[in-house]
């Protein structure tokens, strides 16, 4: 290996240190505990290496979201990939984008709640941000009934999702009817 390659491996651990830190202590203590100097003393490395990879904490907020949607594109895939029926697969989707926000919440606000200077919506988003769509997108085409825009479907059942999610975390909706919540959208949205 040359020290060219092995300065690059380097820099790559590294920055994957001060993602995995800065997403650890957000899980532990919220995102306000988050910040570079507590990074640089976590990951024992000096504040100058650490904005060598990020210019400050809305880049890193933005990295943990880039990682979160590929970790949560992953989840939705794999919880519909077996299951034959359109509506069971979209229950098992919604099941799944709502286990993984409540098992990552610092995540989860990284994603949607936080500001991590990445794009939404637009031509320049993020391919991980794209492809956490996509999840989404592929489930739902197929029951969003005739004449519907799938994407524009997708786009209203991944809102009711996100406020489901929010809404049980700020404890404005209880916990215990979260499954009876997930059965009434199902039934009353995905056209089968």
């Known amino acids: 290996m040359s020290v060219q390659e092995r300065k690059e491996r380097d820099r790559a651990n590294r920055e994957r240190l001060i993602i995995a830190t800065a997403r650890e202590l957000a899980e532990q203590q919220g995102w306000d505990a988050v910040t570079t100097r507590r990074l640089a003393e976590r990951i024992e490395y000096s504040q100058p290496v650490l904005y060598s990879h990020f210019r400050g904490k809305r880049e890193i907020i933005g990295a943990v979201a880039l990682e979160g949607a590929t970790e949560m594109a992953a989840a939705m895939r794999a919880a519909t990939a077996a299951v034959p029926d359109p509506r069971t697969r979209v229950t098992a989707l919604a099941r ?3 286990d993984f926000a409540q098992r990552n919440p610092a995540v989860y606000d990284a994603l949607f709640q936080l500001d991590g200077g990445l794009a939404y919506a637009r031509e320049d988003t993020p391919e991980p941000l794209k492809d956490a769509f996509a999840a989404l997108l592929e489930t739902l085409t197929e029951v969003a009934g005739d004449g519907v825009r799938p994407g524009l479907f997708t786009e209203l059942f991944w809102a009711s ?14 916990p215990e009817d979260t499954e009876h919540r997930v059965e009434l959208l199902v039934s009353r949205l995905a056209i089968t």
């Open 96 to 98: 799944a984008y709502l």
């Open 161 to 174: 999702l996100h406020g489901l999610a929010t809404l049980t975390r700020a404890r404005r909706l209880p």
